[in-house]
């Protein structure tokens, strides 16, 4: 029997044609510790997947458990829409203390909902409350979320096709190295603001992710981003980062815009934050940009208290100090110098590799070469998937906690793969 033989035939006859990960990973997993997934017949997976960056600590962390765990054995609030919560005071005082204050950011928190594209959904309403016009400007191959005000900033084709209806109000700019540096940076887009004549409409603001994670794993400059930021400030266009995916320290520090010593207007917040998988969004913004009214913007669920938990209890394990950030950018050396030495092996398979902190990409010629490496990672047990416009690019996300061994162990299962295949 082989992996693809594996058809538990309740998924395909009960769940939607919609899912996707379980097509890639044709196995029934049944417990997760740390960095590794454990199938139903005890057979063990490294997670460079990692919730596609919602489990930078790994999976059941010990210390977010056992706070999880003491709260629900408390009768702790579960639900609490927008209520005040001793959960939620905590975390909220937390993140001030520890996040917040250090960074002299003075961004007021919102709770919009327990999802990504939730934060970017508020981001975008809030951008075009405050300053009265429609039109937000994304990039070439980004990707904030699938609902419909999401994805209209989306640039994936494919995800864009199952909207069903028009998405307007977002006009696309080239991201940084997108014209292989065959124009000045945004020499386009200053063209555009600068002439009447142009049909761009002024815009509300622009939404930027500083590493493109679903785009290939595309990452901006600092000084690109640094300009950006300019460019947002001259033209009274509001800056969005979108950190949903890279903020929590993926990229090293806390949020991945702080390396340009930029600060966006707004930031979309999400994954990772909870610390613990459990769903939970922010979006944050400068303060004199809260001009909701009460309920104006709300949810359910935007009240998710046992991820108020946990979210704390990450943020007093990990960012008390630069321990855990320091060690990302040691590991992204080690992450950068194996992808080198593998390149330069396999230079007919492979042809480029790019990351920072701990996301990388190891882009093929064509998304056939980067699902047959990944499909023979699997095979030897590690979990990745593919990213790019053609997914033709080998996405490396694992936790931030995975042990030295685990990381060589999971570049070395990359490397067999790639061999394999090429």
């Known amino acids: 029997m082989t992996l693809t033989d594996i058809a538990p035939s309740v998924f395909e006859t009960v769940e939607s044609e919609v899912r996707s990960y379980c097509r890639a990973w044709p196995v029934v997993f049944e417990q997760a510790r740390g960095s590794r997934l454990y199938d139903e017949h005890g057979r063990s997976y490294l997670d460079f997947f990692a919730g596609a960056g919602s489990l930078n600590y790994g999976h059941n962390n010990p210390v977010l458990k056992r ?48 999802t990504g594209t939730n934060a970017v959904e508020a981001a975008l309403k809030l951008a075009r409350k405050v300053t009265g016009r429609e039109t937000v400007v994304s990039f070439t191959n980004a990707f904030h979320g699938m609902s419909l005000g999401s994805l209209a900033a989306t640039g994936n084709a494919a995800k864009r096709a199952g909207a069903g209806v028009p998405l307007p109000h977002v006009t696309r700019m080239p991201y940084d190295h997108y014209l292989d540096g065959r124009m000045p940076d945004f020499l386009w887009f200053e063209r555009l603001l600068a002439d009447p004549g142009s049909g761009l409409d002024r815009p509300a603001a622009v939404i930027v992710e500083t590493v493109q994670g679903e785009g290939g794993i595309n990452v901006a400059r600092a000084e ?23 903020g929590c320290g993926r990229t090293g520090d806390f949020f991945s815009f702080e390396e340009a010593g930029i600060t966006p207007d707004i930031v979309a917040l999400s994954k990772s934050i909870s610390g613990y998988g459990l769903p939970m969004a922010l979006c944050l913004f400068r303060p004199e940009l809260d001009q909701w009214q009460p309920g104006e913007h709300n949810g359910t669920f935007r009240g998710n208290n046992p991820a108020f938990v946990t979210a704390t209890a990450a943020l007093d394990t990990y960012w008390r100090d630069d321990t855990l950030r320091d060690r990302t950018l040691a590991r992204a050396a080690r992450v950068e ?72 162990e999971g570049l070395g299962i990359l490397a067999r793969s790639v061999r394999h295949t090429a």
């Open 67 to 114: 706070a999880l765990l003491d709260y629900l054995a408390g009768d702790g609030v579960t639900h609490g829409l927008d209520m005040s919560t001793t959960a939620k005071r905590d975390f909220l005082e937390t993140f001030r203390s520890v996040v917040l204050e250090p960074r002299a950011l003075p961004y007021k928190v919102m709770f919009p909902g327990p």
């Open 224 to 246: 690109w981003l640094r300009g950006l930021a300019d460019l947002c400030r001259r033209h009274d266009m509001l800056l969005i980062v979108d950190d949903v995916q890279m």
């Open 337 to 408: 110098g194996a992808l080198g030495d593998l390149l330069g092996e396999n230079g007919r398979s492979a042809v480029s590799f790019r990351g920072r902190g701990l996301v990388w990409g190891l882009e093929f010629a064509d998304g056939k070469q980067a699902a047959a490496v990944c499909r023979r990672a699997f095979e030897l047990g590690l979990l990745l998937e593919t990213s790019g416009p053609y997914d033709e690019v080998v996405k490396l996300l694992p936790p931030l906690t995975a042990t030295d061994d685990e990381l060589d």
